[in-house]
């Protein structure tokens, strides 16, 4: 079983910047690929980022491209998302999730049902 903890998130003003981590207790073939995804409150869950340990290859939202990056620390088993300029329609609920892939890229970034492994969630609000 793959465990997986986020940390980080906070309360910023409009164009400040945050770093989301996600520690993993391992990461097997079940678990290669590691996502971020969002949910604000009466909206879908959104996948905002993606990166395959192995591969190294990363996915970006339309919406956060330019703006976040996705990296990892495999000494560490975390991965890390670092948000800057950040926009009030970015709060939401940010979930750290492990799921499978073949290297080198995760084979559906933004699919939530492909990721086995979820966090319990770190909230991010940012004020105009």
């Known amino acids: 079983q793959v465990q997986v903890v986020e940390s980080g998130g906070g309360s910023v003003q409009a164009g400040g910047s945050l770093r989301l981590s996600c520690a993993a207790s391992t990461y097997t073939y079940s678990s290669n690929c590691v996502g971020w995804f969002r949910q604000a409150p009466g909206k879908e869950r959104e996948g905002v980022a993606a990166i395959h340990i192995e591969g190294g290859r990363t996915y970006y939202a339309d919406s956060v491209k330019g703006r976040f990056t996705i990296s990892q620390d495999n000494a560490k088993n975390t991965v890390y998302l670092q948000m800057n300029s950040l926009k009030p329609e970015d709060t939401a609920m940010y979930y750290c999730?492990?799921?499978?892939?073949?290297?080198?890229?995760?084979?559906?970034?933004?699919?939530?049902?492909?990721?086995?492994?979820w966090g319990q969630g770190t909230q991010v609000t940012v004020s105009s």
């Open positions: 999730a492990a799921g499978p892939g073949q290297a080198p890229s995760c084979p559906y970034p933004r699919d939530p049902t492909v990721y086995k492994y």
